[in-house]
């Protein structure tokens, strides 16, 4: 994937994401539950960072992209906030203490390109968990990958910033390509064109079930579209919650 300009138009794309929904989400669930420390995996442009720094949280963030980064960085200094974020792979986790909780938001976790990928960053967590902590993250469900994108076309037009995107459905269950092309004005009626390409796959309920137990964790919950309702064939956004078990590889 490429993310050297969506880096810089993350933002402005994202101005209207439901940060708001995933914290209330994350709080929900630690209810009363020991949590001081954090790693926010797959943080992007730092949102969820911040607002986790700024409800009293120990959080470091961790992303694969070192532009995203970088302007996570500045949002933080910007704040007054002192954030540590570290460019890493999500399936290589690696130098950190032992956290209390890790969250993967933004169906971050579905830009892994294959099963042995989820499996491998699930046994990566454990490694950084203590004993009884927590993994919260996001995924789209199969209906969305295989019947909300499809082939579906979005777009947008403003005076700054445009954009086609182009959904095709990729070779394997569940898998989409995302085919973006910006229009971005820099100056008075000049506009520069970007391309981005994304790819998202994702898996069953019972697959991400089998992974998880598989790897050491207990599945607490299954809810979807920041509800604490159940998954239905409908549903398009599913959170799970689950618990490292004292088990050792």
């Known amino acids: 994937m490429n993310y050297q300009q969506f880096a810089v138009l993350y933002d402005r794309l994202m101005e209207d994401a439901p940060y708001d929904m995933w914290m209330s989400f994350f709080t929900?669930?630690?209810?009363?539950?020991?949590?001081?420390?954090?790693?926010?995996?797959?943080?992007?442009?730092?949102?969820?960072?911040?607002?986790?720094?700024?409800?009293?949280?120990?959080?470091?963030g961790v992303d694969l992209s070192e532009e995203m980064l970088?302007?996570?960085?500045?949002?933080?200094?910007?704040?007054?906030?002192?954030?540590?974020?570290?460019?890493?792979?999500?399936?290589?986790?690696?130098?950190?203490?032992?956290?209390?909780?890790?969250?993967?938001?933004?169906?971050?976790?579905?830009?892994?390109?294959?099963?042995?990928?989820?499996?491998?960053?699930?046994?990566?967590?454990?490694?950084?968990?203590?004993?009884?902590?927590?993994?919260?993250?996001?995924?789209?469900?199969?209906?969305?990958?295989?019947?909300?994108?499809?082939?579906?076309?979005?777009?947008?037009?403003?005076?700054?910033?445009?954009?086609?995107?182009?959904?095709?459905?990729?070779?394997?269950?569940?898998?989409?390509?995302?085919?973006?092309t910006f229009f971005v004005n820099v100056e008075e009626d000049l506009y520069k064109r970007y391309e981005e390409n994304h790819y998202q796959r994702t898996y069953s309920i019972p697959t991400y079930e089998a992974l998880l137990t598989n790897n050491g964790f207990e599945v607490l919950t299954i809810t979807s579209d920041f509800s604490d309702r159940e998954p239905t064939q409908d549903s398009e956004r599913l959170f799970f919650v689950a618990r490292k078990v004292k088990k050792v590889f």
């Open 70 to 180: 970088t302007i996570a960085r500045q949002k933080a200094d910007t704040k007054g906030l002192s954030i540590p974020f570290f460019q890493q792979d999500m399936r290589e986790l690696y130098g950190f203490p032992e956290q209390d909780a890790v969250i993967i938001f933004c169906d971050s976790l579905n830009y892994l390109r294959a099963h042995e990928d989820v499996d491998t960053t699930f046994r990566s967590i454990h490694h950084l968990l203590k004993d009884d902590g927590l993994l919260l993250f996001d995924v789209h469900s199969l209906h969305k990958m295989n019947e909300t994108f499809g082939e579906e076309v979005y777009t947008l037009n403003s005076n700054d910033i445009s954009y086609i995107w182009e959904c095709h459905p990729g070779t394997e269950d569940g898998s989409v390509h995302h085919d973006l």
């Open 28 to 60: 929900n669930v630690i209810g009363s539950e020991n949590v001081e420390t954090v790693l926010d995996v797959g943080c992007g442009t730092g949102e969820i960072s911040v607002r986790l720094a700024r409800e009293g949280f120990n959080v470091t």
